[in-house]
């Protein structure tokens, strides 16, 4: 008999591509994927807990299934990712939630053929949170869903203990997966048709394997075919000149970076435990866009962190104008238990941050759009990745990250496409096949 599963992620492309590897063991397992959470003889969450909203949504649908379960008793319900590995959360989840038969933590994710099968022999709920022991496995075959594009992990955990940012707690310390490794990976999705790969890590420039960052970009850079090579997140303290170098010299790297500022003010920066200060990022923004004009830049920005002051939020948007993004995630500062941003005075009232936040996105829009409308007439060459059943339009990004949408009576995703640009709304590009 057929058996289904059906998979519900929350959060980063780490969790996206951790989906991945959960879909990988769940296919080796006999199951198959299903659209419908109805249809599923197993469902997964994983989870997020980045934020407090994040956390909230996967306890309002973890919530939802308790009629389902009801009337499907058999149906297994596992919850993984990063809100279980905080113990008290899993516990809450526990008592909240009795019907959910596994809950797993993110260092025990290749486990979950065992935790299922022992689910299955018994009536009580599998709990395994492990604190990690710093191996990486390399064990856990993705089972890919998003062709042409693929992501590859080069590194897991952080070490920098942002004080407002609870990954390292949920993620465990650095570690870095062997350079000949990650090589072969990529190899291979090329030889099997992968058009862009995403190198993963929450600091990539911190990997340490055998060879630095920089060089093994270079490596990857230097494997024959047409394909596009991204990777995320660069720390701008470990941000370096020499990535500059290789990112100018590879046509395959794409001319797009994701530097995240978090803050314009030293002293929020101080305040957040960032290790650098604005002077600093803005001449790293200098050095790259001397040696790569075209570079685009896109940034992550937290408005209310503490403490942060009229004046600390207006130097952001100062430094927003100043390095001129292409665009931004922008976020409000959540209070995240054990982290030490949780323990500081003047938290921000949530008016005050709820009005920054309008700014600063009505800002970062401007600026988008602004660089949308200069592509007007001009040919990009998009990757094609997906069709929008809504637009009834083929789309997908320059190197540069912008989104361009087209139609074509061929299914033309895996493609490079030339796409001249008729139109501009907001982020997203519209045009027609160049002749
Ligand atoms: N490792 C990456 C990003 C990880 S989380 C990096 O350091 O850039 C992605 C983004 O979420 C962060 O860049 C930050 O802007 C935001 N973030 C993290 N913790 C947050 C919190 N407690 N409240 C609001 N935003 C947060
Ligand atoms: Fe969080 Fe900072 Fe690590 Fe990014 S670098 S994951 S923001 S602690
Ligand atoms: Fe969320 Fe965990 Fe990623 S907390 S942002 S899913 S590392």
Known sequence: ????????????????????KIAGILSGMGYSSCEKIEDADIVVFNTCCIRENAENHAFGNIGMLKKLKKEKKNMLIAVGGCLPQQMHKAENLHEKFPYVDIIFGTHNLH????????????RKTVIEIDGGDGTVSEDDVPLRTSYPNAWVNIMYGCNNFCSYCIVPYVRGRERSRDSKKIIEEVQSLVNDGYKEITLLGQNVNSYKGDVTFPELLEKIAQIDGKFRVRFMTSHPKDFSR?????????PKICKCLHLPVQSGSDAVLKAMNRRYT???YLEKVAYLKDRIPDCTITTDLIVGFPGETEEDFNATLELVKKVGYSSAFTFVYSKREGTKAAEMPDQIPEEVSKERIIKLVDLVNSLTRAQSAQYKGKTIEILCEDYDEKRGLYCGRDEYGRMGYFSSDK???GQFVNLTVDEANGISLFGSIAG
């Open 1 to 20: 008999m057929n058996k289904f599963y059906h998979i519900v992620t929350y959060g980063c492309q780490m969790n996206v591509h951790e989906s991945e």
């Open 111 to 122: 486990n979950l053929k065992e935790l299922i099968e022992k689910k299955l022999k018994s």
């Open 242 to 250: 020499e990535l500059v170098e290789v990112m100018a010299s590879s």
């Open 278 to 280: 604005t002077k600093e």
């Open 411 to 413: 299914n033309l995703i």
